[in-house]
């Protein structure tokens, strides 16, 4: 059964850097596009990132993270990653890892559990 579970959530200072990683399993998803999702707390859900499997991995990036979040994987290890630098206390949320195999009309099809960050002032 395909899943994703992601780590390296959790309490930093605004200013400070984390880095989440997606571990994918039950499948390879090596052809898939990969995202990062957040949701905080009485919001709804939000894109953050996602990375092509084309092109060497082709970013695209919401405006409030662009330029300080960097989306990578690594398909040889079926992992995905976000480096976040200079986090914001509006960076609190629930980050969630995607996975879509279908055109972008098609919406992800994978997700996996979240991993808690908040930021303090």
């Known amino acids: 059964q395909a899943q994703l579970v992601e780590s390296g959530g959790g309490l930093v200072q605004a200013g400070g850097s984390l880095r989440l990683s997606c571990a994918a399993s039950?499948?390879?998803?090596?052809?898939?596009?990969m995202g990062w999702f957040r949701q905080a707390s009485g919001k709804e859900c939000e894109f953050v990132a996602e990375?092509?499997?084309?092109?060497?991995?082709?970013?695209s990036y919401a405006g409030s993270v662009k330029g300080r979040f960097t989306i990578s994987r690594d398909n040889a290890k079926n992992m995905v990653y976000l480096q976040m630098n200079s986090l914001k206390p509006e960076d609190t949320a629930v980050y969630y890892c995607?996975?879509?195999?279908?055109?972008?009309?098609?919406?992800?099809?994978?997700w996996g559990q979240g991993t808690q960050v908040t930021v303090s002032s």
């Open positions: 995607a996975a879509r195999l279908g055109g972008a009309a098609a919406g992800y099809d994978y």
């Open positions: 039950g499948r390879t998803f090596s052809r898939a596009v």
């Open positions: 990375i092509t499997w084309w092109s060497s991995g082709v970013t």
